[in-house]
């Protein structure tokens, strides 16, 4: 089995007068990733390595998430993220070391959401068409594959075992 982690960054702040890049996590932003990585943290698989754009906004979301795990995630930037269509994305998936069976990718929207969305096929598909209709800032996909290597995961060979969002935790504290 592989499983893949989509994650959206977390909130940052508009993007008036600045380089889009330089953007980073508001004070809700990284309340947001701190509170998702600690629920996070109880489940397995999680991946031992989170693959981020090089904008600040996916950097520190990424940096947020690996340091509440219990286990040491490798880091990696990856310029190609950023702006990357749902194609783009899923032909990086494929491209996947088959050595790491649990792997995230922290973008950006659109191209997260929709590469959620294509690729599960089956799970809730109250979850799926959930995803669908918003995917929010510091949203958590979680994809599993009955797959062998990373090159057979194609759209719809997915089930959809989490979708979480911001909002989720707010309803169950209400």
Known sequence: MRRLFL???????????????????????????????TLLATREPLPAVLIHSSA????????IFAAHWPSRVELQQEIGLYDATQDMLRHRVQA????????????????I????????????????RRMALK?????????????????????????????LTPADLEAETD
């Open 7 to 37: 994650i959206r960054h977390a909130k940052a702040e508009p993007g008036i007068g600045q380089n889009d890049y330089e953007r980073a996590l508001t004070e809700r932003g990284r309340a947001d990733a701190s509170r998702l990585a």
């Open 56 to 63: 600040l906004r996916t950097t520190q979301t990424a940096e």
């Open 113 to 128: 959401g929709e590469l959620a969305v294509a690729l599960s096929g089956h799970g809730a598909h109250t979850e799926i």
């Open 135 to 163: 995917f929010p800032t510091c949203g958590v996909a979680a994809i599993d594959f009955d797959a062998a290597s990373w090159d057979d995961v194609e759209r719809r060979s997915g089930l959809l075992s989490l979708f």
């Open 96 to 111: 996947l070391s088959d050595s790491v069976g649990c792997v995230g990718l922290v973008g950006h929207n659109p191209g």
